[in-house]
C-alpha cells in the first residue's frame, strides 16, 4: 500500500519536470531565464512552505522537546555525513569534484521533494510537516558553516551570518511567532499560504526539467564519481538514518520522518552553492542533482517498503 502511493507521488513529481524540458527544448524559455524561476522558488514559495510546515502543527512543550529532538538528530546526521565523507575523500580534494561529492552526500531535498513526500506517505502524523522545517532550518545553517567550508576546501568561507540573510529567515519571522503563540491562519489566508508553499515541489521540478534540457545526457550519465555519490545519497545514507532511529527511544512520528526525508535526492542548494562560491565544481554539482532526483523515482519506492520496521 504505501509502496504504491509512494511510487504514484513520486511519478507525478517525475511529471512536473516534462513541461520544463519541452519549454526549454521548444526554446520557448532561455536557458538564462532558467534563474528567474529559481529566484521565485527561494523567495516567494520556500517562505511559504516554512510558514505551511509550521501551521501543521500545534505547540505544546511536548511538542517543542520533539522539535528539539529531531534539530539535534538532523544536525547530527548531516554534519557525521559531512565529515565521514571529508575523511574518504580529503586526499582528493585538489579536485572540486570530490569536495562537491561530500556536501551533495550529506544534504537531501527535505523541502522542496520532502514535504509533499511526508504528507503523501504518513499524512497520519501532520506534525510531521513541521519537523521537517526544523530539518530544514539544520540543513541551512550547516550549508553555510560546514557545508561551505568543505566545497571550497577554506573554512574562512564559513559564514553563519549568510544564514540569517537567506530566504528561509522570510518564513520563520512570520511562522515562529504564528506557532508559539498558537495563532492559526484560517479561510482565504491559510488557502493562500497553501498554495504558495504548496507549489514548491512542482516549481522545484519545473526547474529541473528546464535544467535536464541544457545538459548533454552524455555528460551527465558518463560521470562515474556521480554515480558513487548518487548511490552513497540515495542508499548508503537512508539505510545509516534507519539503523540509528530505529535503535533510539524516540516517537514513532521522528523515525518516520527523519527516515523519510533521508531518501531524498541531492538538494539543489548544493548547486547553488558552488555557484555562489565560484571554486569549481558546478557542473558535478548540477550533475549530481539531476541525476539523484532521476534514480530518486526508483529508490524512494523500494526505501519505504522499510516503514513498517519503524
Known amino acids: ?8 507521488n513520486v511519478l507525478i513529481m517525475m511529471a512536473y ?9 521548444a526554446k520557448l524559455v532561455k536557458t538564462e531565464a532558467i534563474s528567474a524561476f529559481s529566484i521565485l522558488l527561494l523567495y516567494v514559495s520556500q517562505p511559504f512552505l516554512t510558514i505551511y510546515s509550521f501551521q501543521k502543527a500545534s505547540f505544546s512543550m511536548a511538542m517543542l522537546g520533539n522539535m528539539g529532538i529531531v534539530l539535534g538528530l538532523s544536525t547530527l546526521i548531516q554534519a557525521g555525513f559531512l565529515l565521514i565523507m571529508y575523511l574518504i575523500y580529503r586526499k582528493h580534494y585538489d579536485n572540486p569534484g570530490y569536495r562537491v561529492s561530500t ?10 521533494l520532502g514535504v509533499p513526500l ?9 506534525e510531521a510537516v513541521a519537523y521537517s522545517a526544523v530539518f530544514i532550518i539544520s540543513m541551512n545553517f ?5 557545508g561551505s567550508a568543505f566545497l571550497t576546501g577554506d573554512k574562512k568561507h564559513m559564514k553563519p551570518k549568510n544564514f540569517l540573510l537567506n530566504p528561509l529567515m522570510l518564513g520563520l519571522i512570520v511562522a515562529l511567532p504564528l506557532f508559539f503563540t498558537g495563532t492559526k491562519l484560517t479561510g482565504t489566508v491559510m488557502n493562500s499560504v497553501e498554495i504558495l508553499g504548496k507549489m514548491t515541489a512542482p ?3 519545473l526547474i529541473l526539467g528546464m535544467r535536464f534540457a541544457t545538459v548533454k545526457p552524455k555528460e551527465l550519465f558518463s560521470d562515474g564519481r556521480i554515480y558513487i555519490t548518487s548511490s552513497m ?14 535503535a533510539l527511544p524516540v516517537e514513532t512520528s521522528i523515525k518516520l520522518t527523519l527516515f523519510i526525508l533521508s531518501c531524498c535526492p541531492t538538494a539543489s542548494m548544493v548547486q547553488n552553492l558552488a555557484e555562489i562560491h565560484g571554486v569549481g565544481g558546478q557542473k558535478e554539482a548540477a550533475n549530481s542533482v539531476l541525476l539523484s532526483t532521476i534514480f530518486s523515482m526508483v529508490t524512494i519506492p523500494l526505501l519505504s517498503l522499510m516503514l513498517v520496521l519503524l
Open 1 to 8: 500500500m504505501v509502496f504504491g502511493i509512494t511510487a504514484i
Open 103 to 112: 556536501v551533495a552526500i550529506a544534504f537531501g531535498n527535505v523541502g522542496f
Open 17 to 25: 519536470a516534462v513541461p520544463g524540458y519541452i519549454l526549454v527544448k
Open 233 to 246: 545519497k540515495l542508499i548508503i545514507y537512508p539505510l545509516a538514518v534507519f539503523l540509528l532511529v530505529f
Open 203 to 205: 516549481l522545484c521540478m
Open 118 to 126: 511526508l504528507e503523501a506517505m504518513i499524512p497520519q502524523y501532520p
Open 142 to 146: 550547516l550549508a553555510w558553516t560546514l
